[in-house]
């Protein structure tokens, strides 16, 4: 019988499990552990509201710090779990206690990939990762003219928008040939490129940076691999997470790209779940393990969790979905699609202009679909790939034709 639940991690997931475990019922102990000083928050308003100034800094946090107390969870700041003991099962923190379980979520989310090049020490070189971080750029914006972004993903092309609002100038540096191209192809990734070079960014393709120099310990500048240097007061490197395993793999856990989860969220070891970015999950209805490192999986996965956890049945086989805002282009992607596994994407409405819808197409078969200024639309794209059945592609891009007809 359960009576003894520990979590750890204090991001959107390790708050939704326990109130998930609460919701069904739950009556036995809950203890989260985070090795930050805050309670619980989400990520996405980091890159994207509470970075531009538009959201309040409650608004980032899942619940206020006395809802934990009003529900008997115990919530410890600054407590970082060190490693897991499986056969004793207990958890054991920085300062040498241990902590028992009898069940235990893994919530340990994704660690930025850092740079090792010269220089990557200096100071005024930024990742963005946690609220801390994002404070930091929002203070280091307010005394800077100017930013260079190192990658072209999601967090790189949303902070470049941010330090734009800010009214920095912006040079982003990106090793592909387009932003994002490996996973929305060439077509879409273009959109990406011409809509941050309409708003002022220098975006520089397939270019390589060889070292971040300085001055008197801080950073003044990008030195490509032809030999320029890109003066910058300030750097933000955004070029991908890893996921944190090191706790898993303390515990004797199946890693492979993340935490190897069944469809009921449980680990190689029964008595231990994972959800979120560290999550590489199996999912039936795509009928694969993913990992996915979006806010839906932190806000859906627990909920599974915690019924798993607590003896019921629960499987998870939501579709990925994220969203992003950059300027006034705001978009929801629904579905998955492999880097290079999709044979066909059809447009539907304005590419040129910004309102479109675009699909990822294999064998007819719609495996993705992205939304750009266009709303509620989300439920019928999904719809389709659930039904997983052929498309005829005319019709698909046909606007006259109602998504729900297809």
């Known amino acids: 019988m359960t009576s003894n639940v520990v979590i750890v991690g204090g991001g959107l997931a390790g708050a939704k499990a326990a109130e998930a475990l609460r919701a069904d019922g739950y009556e036995g102990s809950i203890t989260i552990l985070t ?9 996405p308003p980091l890159s994207k509201g509470y970075l531009m100034g538009k959201d309040d800094r409650e608004s980032v946090f899942v619940h206020p710090l006395d809802w934990y107390a009003e529900h008997d969870i115990d919530l410890r700041r600054e407590a970082e779990a060190v490693s897991v003991d499986s056969s004793a099962h207990t958890v054991t923190l920085a300062d040498g206690s241990t902590l028992p379980y009898d069940k235990l979520l893994l919530a340990t989310g994704s660690i930025p990939r850092r740079l090792s090049i010269p220089g990557a020490d200096l100071d005024g070189v930024f990742y963005l990762r946690e609220i801390d971080d994002s404070e930091a750029i929002k203070s280091a914006f307010a005394q800077s003219k100017s930013v ?22 912006v040079t982003i540096l990106e090793a592909a040939a ?9 077509q879409v990734g273009q959109v990406f490129a ?20 300085g001055a008197y310990g801080r950073v003044t500048g990008v030195q490509l691999a032809d030999g320029s240097v890109i003066a910058a007061d300030m750097v ?9 395993v090191a706790l898993a793999e303390s515990a004797g856990l199946t890693v492979d790209n993340g935490i190897v ?30 990992r996915v490192e ?15 956890m607590l003896g019921q049945e629960a499987v998870y086989d939501r579709l990925p979905y994220f969203y992003s805002d950059q300027y006034d282009l705001g978009l929801e992607y629904v579905g998955y699609t492999a880097p290079g596994g999709f044979d066909e994407v059809v447009i539907r409405g304005d590419l040129d202009g910004g309102v479109f819808i675009a699909f990822w197409l294999r064998e007819g078969r719609v495996l993705a679909g992205m939304n750009a200024n266009i709303w509620d639309v989300v439920d019928p794209i999904r719809e389709l790939i659930h039904r997983g059945t052929a498309v005829d592609s005319a019709a698909l891009a046909d606007e006259s034709i109602e998504l729900s007809a297809l």
């Open 178 to 186: 387009l932003p994002l191209v490996r996973i929305v192809g060439e």
């Open 261 to 290: 989860v069944d469809e009921h969220l449980q680990t190689s070891d029964p008595d231990i779940f994972a959800v979120g970015d560290v999550a590489n999950a199996f999912n039936p209805r795509i009928g694969e393990h993913i």
């Open 148 to 169: 260079v972004i190192i990658g072209a993903g999601w967090i790189g092309l949303e902070t470049a928008a941010a330090a734009r609002a800010a009214g920095l100038d």
């Open 35 to 43: 090795r930050e000083s805050h309670a619980p928050y989400e990520r």
């Open 294 to 308: 979006h806010w839906a999986n932190a806000l859906n996965m627990p909920a599974v969790a915690a019924k798993g």
């Open 194 to 213: 011409e809509l941050q070079r309409r708003n002022g960014v220098d975006l520089r393709l397939e270019v390589t940076v060889d070292a971040l120099v």
């Open 236 to 244: 933000i490197v955004g070029v991908g997470i890893s996921p944190a």
